[in-house]
């Protein structure tokens, strides 16, 4: 399909990358567009590195399968750097976006060989400034979705807000954070 995008995120088990995906999921299904977002399963546990995916598309997605050449990569975990492939099979014409404080010139060194887009957002400052606590999955999803065009910033944070009013109804006071550290994404990611 040639409107599909398709997205992987790597991050680590207690991150939230499995969460920001299906949150991804939930927002352009509630735009209409055909949707999926999982996990690949494996022995997770807090900080082993994780995999989720997004497949988001005008029209009916037919394919069920791990994603293997995404358009998008999304890093929650700098760290994983070192350890994961993070660009395999990641499209040219696509983009990388990681979570880091350290300057696009150091990142690059460690894609081995990627030469696309590269974009950076430090979503610990963000999430400290915002949440007052660390969870860099929300600055995460706000940054692809800016990069990506999946949607317009309007409609997402719309979206967001009625997705966050319902998951977070108990706990209303955290739904001011996550709008927050959302709005402070879309305008950091470089």
Do not use: C
Not at 24 to 32: I, K, R
Not at 122 to 131: G, H, N, R
Request: proline content about 4%; hydrophobic content about 40%.
């Amino acid at each position: 399909m040639k409107d599909m995008v398709e997205i992987r995120w790597h991050g680590r088990g207690g991150q939230g990358a499995k969460t920001a995906a299906l949150l991804l999921a939930d927002v352009a299904f509630q735009t209409g567009k055909y949707v999926q977002g999982f996990p690949e399963y494996g022995p997770e546990r807090m900080g082993a590195p994780i995999t989720a995916y997004n497949r988001i598309s005008p029209e009916q997605i037919r394919v069920h399968s791990n994603i293997y050449e995404p358009d998008y990569v999304v890093v929650v975990d700098e760290s994983l750097l070192e350890t994961v492939h993070v660009t395999e099979g990641l499209k040219k014409e696509g983009a990388v976006v990681v979570n880091t404080a350290k300057s696009k010139e150091e990142i690059q060194k460690h894609l081995q060989g990627y030469e696309g887009k590269l974009y950076t957002i430090d979503a610990k400052k963000v999430s400290m400034e915002a949440l007052g606590r660390y969870f860099p999955n929300t600055p995460m999803l706000a940054a692809i979705v800016k990069i990506s065009g999946v949607m317009d910033e309007d409609t997402f944070m719309r979206e967001m807000e009625s997705s966050f009013k319902h998951k977070f109804a108990s706990k209303p006071e955290v739904i001011d954070g996550n709008m927050k550290a959302l709005k402070m994404a879309l305008q950091e990611v470089q």
